[in-house]
């Protein structure tokens, strides 16, 4: 037996069984539980089995820590399982459990809606990755910076329109994961998404013409690069669907239930989910800017402060999606993606080596060493969050002193973040886009974290006893 299905067979046994399950998932480094019954999952034990770096239970979901190997696990876990990918288990199954529900309350429902957020966007990780990596091969090969080739180069053209593809056609891309979350039909939702950046609309939006839907007013949006809208008409078509499904004879509903569906989606989207979800999008971006503008600095530095602890918590992840938003609405972010996606994990890399210097046993060198490729190569810094930080209080203050200094250079120098890439070394390439000094003044605030926490280890940091 393999190490990725033996870990799979244990965490299955452990979080209740396949019949416990609602909804797998996973981001890429932790396997995503929704379970029907969380009081069925044994936390403590999971922790124990090999492989596993640790357990958190955030939003609702029972979060398996695996690190870079998670994808393999999560295969595993289809395999033993028969479940099709982030697709849920009959429902019918729930007689079969206990009745220890979570109780209906204010915390449930923000819980939820940074779940759905979470399974809406965490299979899309992988594209927002080749945006980050294709948009800086065109910006330093274009007028940007190295100035090798014009923007009207075919070479440059080759780069730059797939991240410019994956952004404009985002709604259509999370109509498929929203409908695969939600239950409803994954190609009625995409054909509605698609019709939201159909060419003919967005240009009369450019135009400033107007659009009706059965004679009721559309607003006139640009929805391209969106995520909220489609996320909230996944969610309704759903209700849409049951309905007609329940009153429609089984004789013409192959017809009647496409049809219908679309057909009462239609003024739905565009006169109503459409105009709330880019509202709140917009809204949630004037949030986010809006605590820069007024705390600037001071904002960037106590955020690169507490980052790395926000993230093992758990507690970063609502803050996380709320700046992605920002990120893909206006195409920048300063605030927290900067911090987020590049300095916290070069601070990280800081820090594992210079626990691999200072630590005395070989053993743990050796697991500083795995720490250190894992969040060098692979941009995964859970084992070093949960290994090192969370059971070293000196290990912790380096974070935090590290983060603030770095965090506060950020802001200082007002550094922004333009697309979404990898959590590695490579991350430098998410301030890609702007100028070129802002280019070099987030590398220097990515080297202030790593030499920072690479140094205060170096001053601070000593073995515990109860490590």
């Given at each position: ?223 391209s690069s969106s995520l909220i809208p489609i996320i909230l008409i996944a969610w309704i078509q759903k209700y849409i669907e049951k309905f007609l499904n329940k009153y429609i004879p089984d004789v013409i509903k192959v017809i009647l239930i496409p049809c219908g569906t679309i057909a009462i989606m239609l003024p739905l989207s565009f006169c109503i989910l459409g105009p709330i979800g880019n509202y709140l999008g917009v809204g949630l971006g ?182």
């Amino acid at each position: 037996m393999n190490k990725e299905k033996r870990i799979a067979e244990q965490v299955l046994r452990l979080v209740g069984g396949k019949e416990n399950i609602s909804h797998v998932f996973h981001c890429m480094t932790r396997l995503r539980f929704n379970l029907k019954d969380n009081g069925l999952a044994n936390l403590e034990k999971i922790k124990e089995v090999e492989g596993v770096y640790g357990v958190q239970v955030a939003e609702g979901e029972i979060q398996v820590i695996i690190g870079a190997g998670v994808n393999s696990v999560y295969n595993a876990v289809l395999d033993l399982t028969g479940l099709e990918e982030t697709e849920s288990i009959d429902e019918n199954l729930d007689s079969m459990l206990t009745e220890n529900k979570q109780k209906k309350n204010i915390k449930w429902f923000i819980n939820g809606i940074f779940s759905i957020f979470s399974s809406c966007l965490s299979p899309l990780v992988p594209l927002f990755v080749v945006i980050g990596i294709f948009n800086m091969i065109a910006v330093l090969i274009g007028p940007q910076f190295l100035n090798l080739v014009g923007e009207e180069s075919d070479i440059y053209r080759n780069f730059y329109w797939v991240g410019q593809t994956i952004l404009y056609f985002l709604p259509v891309l999370v109509g498929y994961t929203a409908s695969r979350k939600f239950g409803s039909n994954t190609l009625i939702t995409m054909v509605i998404a698609c019709m939201l950046i159909y060419p003919n609309f967005v240009s009369l939006v450019g135009e400033g013409g107007s659009y009706t839907v059965y004679g009721i007013p559309a607003a006139a949006i640009e929805y391209s690069s969106s995520l909220i809208p489609i996320i909230l008409i996944a969610w309704i078509q759903k209700y849409i669907e049951k309905f007609l499904n329940k009153y429609i004879p089984d004789v013409i509903k192959v017809i009647l239930i496409p049809c219908g569906t679309i057909a009462i989606m239609l003024p739905l989207s565009f006169c109503i989910l459409g105009p709330i979800g880019n509202y709140l999008g917009v809204g949630l971006g004037n949030l986010i800017f809006g605590l820069y503008d007024i705390a600037g600095p001071l904002e960037t530095m106590l955020f690169g402060a507490f980052c790395v602890i926000l993230t093992g918590t758990g507690i970063s992840r609502p803050i996380f999606f709320i700046a992605m938003t920002t990120l893909f609405a206006a195409g920048q972010e300063r605030a927290v993606m900067p911090i987020a996606m590049v300095v916290n994990n070069f601070i990280v890399m800081g820090l594992d080596l210079g626990y691999i210097i200072k630590t005395k046993s070989a053993k743990k060198k050796q697991f500083g060493i795995t720490c250190f490729i894992s969040s060098i190569l692979g941009g995964v810094s859970e084992p070093s969050i949960f290994g090192i930080i969370f059971n070293n209080k000196r290990a912790m203050l380096t974070t935090i002193i590290s983060g603030a200094v770095s965090g506060l250079y950020l802001g200082i120098m007002n550094v922004t973040y333009y697309s979404f890439g990898p959590s590695n070394i490579l991350g430098v390439v998410g301030f890609f886009g702007g100028t070129q000094m802002n280019f070099i003044h987030g590398c220097i605030a990515a080297g202030i974290g790593f030499i920072a926490a690479l140094i205060v280890m170096l001053l601070i940091y000593r073995d515990e006893k109860s490590e």
